[in-house]
């Protein structure tokens, strides 16, 4: 996986502190993708060259999701939180329309998945203000009065790997509370909205007083959550 080192310094979105996420979703369905290479860790092969185009693009930039073709690809979260031994257990199983979640049993940070769409979801010029503006309908639940322009002043851009093959997918990030292990609690917000595949996927992380959100997150990041851009069915 395409990692790097991530700075907790970055998770401030005023002084608010974000208890729930409740967003108004429909239609969602979670993806399940195949894995990309073999259990002994050898590297998956190259793609023959008339296979090629069949993959999406290695590197899902905010400006590449345009090149996404809603009749060849969907998107969803590739989440590996269950293969992690016994740190995370399910604490919302997936509920058939794109939610489910976990709790961090060495952390007692709860993490909880969206995917789908997200009504009354206004499109930006490209996914990044498009995800901002997703970021801000998700964060109002708990934030009257928050706007777009508030998380593009405060978000973060980042990344987590495609798993359909090697490469990333661009997120945007945001959060606030929680820094340096303080004893306030913390919360981040992290997704990505597809406009041409009308779909938003977006997490949130919440963690106790004491425990540092950005730990958390770039554990998150790191090793346990990718983005599949998959074939869309027939």
Request: glycine share 12%.
């Amino acid at each position: 996986m395409h990692t790097s080192a991530r700075a907790a310094a970055g998770l401030v979105l005023a002084a608010v502190l974000l208890t729930a996420c409740t967003p108004d979703v429909s239609g969602a369905r979670r993806v399940t993708p195949e894995p990309t290479g073999s259990a002994s860790g050898e590297a998956t092969p190259t793609p023959e060259a008339e296979d090629a185009a069949a993959m999406p693009p290695t590197d899902i930039t905010f400006e590449a999701g345009a090149e996404l073709d809603p009749a060849s690809w969907r998107a969803g979260w590739d989440d590996r939180l269950m293969a992690a031994d016994e740190r995370f257990a399910v604490s919302s199983p997936d509920n058939g329309n794109g939610s489910w979640a976990y709790l961090d049993g060495q952390t007692q940070c709860t993490i909880a998945f969206y995917q789908g769409a997200i009504t009354d979801l206004e499109l930006g010029a490209d996914d990044r203000e498009s995800t901002d503006s997703m970021l801000a309908a998700v964060l109002s639940t708990q934030i009257p009065g928050v706007t777009t322009a508030d998380v593009t002043a405060n978000a973060s851009d980042d990344y987590v790997a495609q798993t359909t093959q090697e490469g990333t997918v661009e997120i945007r990030l945001v959060g606030g509370g929680g820094g340096g292990g303080g004893s306030d609690a913390g919360w981040s917000e992290f997704g990505r909205t597809f406009g041409t595949l009308g779909t938003s996927l977006v997490v949130n992380v919440e963690c106790p007083p004491g425990q540092d959100i950005g730990t958390e997150v770039t554990a998150l990041l790191n090793e346990y959550v990718g983005i599949a851009i998959a074939p869309a069915a027939d």
